[in-house]
């Protein structure tokens, strides 16, 4: 028999499921997910990742950029703060589905920030 507590708890966990099955719906430019993703290697990488594509865009897809904890290496690497300090790659592009964002990340990009990731984009694609 189940009691008050564990219908109370499968509630809750059901709840939080369709909140991130929303999040990856509406996924859009210019947000922060943690994402699981393949790199180049064939590596598997649970990280940040910076939206590129518009919620609108495509329902099943969506584009990123890598995102790294580790220092700037190349003048691609834009830092943001999100929880920790984090280097937005816009050099290192990527199409993923959207069943890999695990969750949406709260922080967002300062306006400055921002900017400069839009630019170093820009560069990074020669628009």
């Not at 509630?11 to 790199?39: M, P, Y």
């Not at 890999?100 to 990731?117: G, R, V």
């Amino acid at each position: 028999m189940e009691t008050g507590t564990n219908k109370n708890l499968d509630h809750c966990t059901q709840e939080i499921v369709n909140s991130i099955q929303d999040d990856r719906k509406q996924a859009s430019h210019g947000e922060f997910f943690f994402a699981k993703f393949l790199l180049s290697n064939n590596q598997e990488r649970k990280s940040p990742i910076f939206v590129l594509s518009s919620k609108d865009n495509d329902n099943e897809d969506v584009i990123i950029c890598k995102c790294t904890g580790q220092p700037a290496k190349t003048q691609y690497d834009i830092p943001v703060q999100l929880k920790k300090a984090t280097c937005v790659r816009t050099n290192k592009i990527y199409t993923i589905s959207r069943n890999q964002l695990l969750f949406k990340i709260p922080q967002t990009a300062a306006s400055k920030e921002y900017n400069k990731i839009i630019e170093k984009l820009k560069q990074a694609l020669n628009l």
